[in-house]
DNA sequence: ACGAAATACTTTAGGCTTAAAATAATTCGG
DNA sequence: CCGAATTATTTTAAGCCTAAAGTATTTCGT
């Protein structure tokens, strides 16, 4: 056991394995890093000169797929994980483009209802089939019997992060 | 038990295996894509709060304090995955701000040797030392024996996105 | 030696992103 | 009922990012 030193550390851990944990907490966040970073901009290059079309648009899209009736704007912001102004524009443009509709509630005249388009379901389906095969191209050389357990690590690593968010 | 697996070719995959291996993909995709997220918009966060710096800024400092003599401007494009009209006005900034000195070489005209000052470097570790205990409480919840694997797993595919972005 | 190709870097145009302030509509306490 | 707080969304300012085109310099083939 070793002495009492000078300030009570928040823990238990002697210096070396404090030392060694701060290691390895900045590779698992170098290598995360690097993983998204590369396969983001992979899939960013191949819509751009496959759809010429940017992620943040198809994500906007994969998320009313999913809705039939559409979705009220600000659930957008906090499924996507980004701010509402950032979504302002975007879905401006998509509007413009005729994939999405936006329509004011008549209940809350604050709120609006987004909604694909049928011509925006015929497209998005047609860029998500690409979507997967890309993915399935730059994770091909990787195991398929781990992904579950990367799977497994990766959710508890957000949630870990979620938990440690909510905390202060 | 399996049988020691051979590496299953497409062809002789079945419909409903092909289907959970999409799903398995772009789960692992999407989560990677959360974590990243997650821990990169509060990290990005803190710097502004903390520090008022950004993280590509913190990034480039970082590549060079490994770098007592310096490194050519051309290297950063490379070692940091973005491309170099990004970095442009980023040095620039640094430059202004006194952190790093950018010098024509003597031996190349169009080549730039960019060093960090003695107030960036101090700058530096000051900020690196608040990183470093922001992602250990931002990690702390996560198991610390299973750190290894997941930086085991990270490295794994990363070597497999390389190698399929090799191959075309 | 000389022009073409390659290399290092910057500029430009366009889109994404955030934080903070602004606008508009609703709700709620008294 | 009315003003204050809250909620939904947009606007603004500033920075990041890329692709593609531009500039300057060096290298290389002949």
Same mark, same amino acid.
Request: glycine share 6%.
């Given at each position: ?34 993983? &998204? ?13 496959? *759809?010429? *079309? ?48 936006? &329509? ?12 694909? &388009?049928?011509?925006?379901?015929? &497209? *998005? ?44």
């Amino acid at each position: 056991m070793a002495l009492a030193k000078e300030p009570t550390p928040v823990s238990a851990k002697n210096g070396a394995d404090q030392e060694a944990e701060y290691r390895a907490q900045t590779r698992v966040w170098l290598r995360l890093l690097a993983c &998204t970073t590369l396969i983001e901009g992979e899939l960013r290059r191949r819509f751009r000169e496959e *759809f010429d *079309f940017t992620m943040p648009r198809f994500d906007v899209l994969a998320q009313l797929d999913r809705e039939p009736s559409g979705l009220v704007l600000g659930e957008l912001p906090k499924r996507l994980m980004v701010s509402a102004g950032n979504l302002t524009p975007i879905v401006d443009r998509l509007v413009e483009d005729g994939y999405i509709t936006r &329509t004011p509630s008549n209940l809350d005249r604050r709120v609006q209802i987004v909604c694909m &388009t049928v011509e925006g379901r015929k &497209t *998005f389906r047609r860029m998500a089939k690409s979507h997967g095969a890309w993915l399935a191209e730059l994770l091909a050389d990787f195991p398929a019997d781990r992904f579950d357990g990367l799977i497994g690590e990766l959710d508890d690593l957000k949630g870990a992060v979620r938990d440690a968010l909510q905390k202060p």
